[in-house]
Antibody
Framework: QVQLVQSGAEVKKPGASVKVSCKAS????????MRWVRQAPGQSLEWMGW????????KYSQQFQGRVTITRDTSANTAYMELSSLRSEDTAVYYC?????????WGQGTLVTVSS | QTVVTQEPSLTVSPGGTVTLTCTSS?????????PNWFQQKPGQAPRALIY???NKHSWTPARFSGSLLGGKAVLTLSGVQPEDEAEYYC?????????FGGGTKLTVL
């Protein structure tokens, strides 16, 4: 069965960077794109960007352009999302989600807390 | 900046029918926006319900259906169950970019 397992919660100081991983299993990793979505406390879902896991091509939301980098390691069936220059407003749960039949499978989420 | 709008909240009685809508600031929602619908319960990741307007996933209960009506994407729940109380989000595709709606909090009362 398809599973996306994300790395654990992180606490970061303002100005730091965070890198969240998303390990996929149960399907051919490089055949499906991966999207990254975040959700601030009590807020809606917000798309950050996506990666073509086959080619490595990426596209980012304008809101995060310049601060977010999405990569993948096909040998490890893992996608990564790195967000830099963190500020308190970046405190949120970060999700990876597979682009299959629509956005079909989601990771369990990774809480990133930005606090001094 | 493209905005996708949903009703902030709706209330429905158990066994009833409710319709949630999803509109785009760019104009009428068509099948080319490939509307997706998700359900999210507190403390959980979103769960996909509908893709490409009306297609259900294998795990989607039969009481959920998606369609287009009057330039909007629509999610209909027929025969609502208490466990359907949740937040519902739509998602629209805009040429490689996706935008989520603000969510509809559905109360079953």
């Amino acid at each position: 069965q398809v599973q996306l397992v994300q790395s654990g919660a992180e606490v970061k100081k303002p100005g730091a960077s965070v890198k969240v991983s998303c390990k996929a299993s149960g399907y051919t990793f490089s055949n499906y794109a991966m999207r990254w979505v975040r959700q601030a406390p009590g807020q809606s879902l917000e798309w950050m960007g996506w990666i073509n896991t086959g080619s490595g091509h990426t596209k980012y939301s304008q809101q995060f352009q310049g601060r977010v980098t999405i990569t993948r390691d096909t040998s490890a069936n893992t996608a990564y999302m790195e967000l830099s220059s963190l500020r308190s407003e970046d405190t949120a749960v970060y999700y990876c989600a597979r682009e299959g039949y629509g956005v079909d499978y989601w990771g369990q989420g990774t809480l990133v807390t930005v606090s001094s | 900046q493209t905005v996708v709008t949903q009703e902030p909240s709706l209330t429905v009685s158990p066994g009833g029918t409710v319709t949630l809508t999803c509109t785009s600031s760019t104009g009428a929602v068509t099948s080319g926006y490939y509307p997706n619908w998700f359900q999210q319960k507190p403390g959980q990741a979103p769960r996909a319900l509908i893709y490409s307007t009306s297609n259900k996933h294998s795990w989607t209960p039969a009481r959920f259906s998606g369609s287009l009506l009057g330039g909007k994407a629509v999610l209909t729940l027929s025969g609502v169950q208490p466990e359907d109380e949740a937040e519902y989000y739509c998602l629209l595709y805009y040429d490689g970019v996706v935008v989520f709606g603000g969510g509809t909090k559905l109360t079953v009362l």
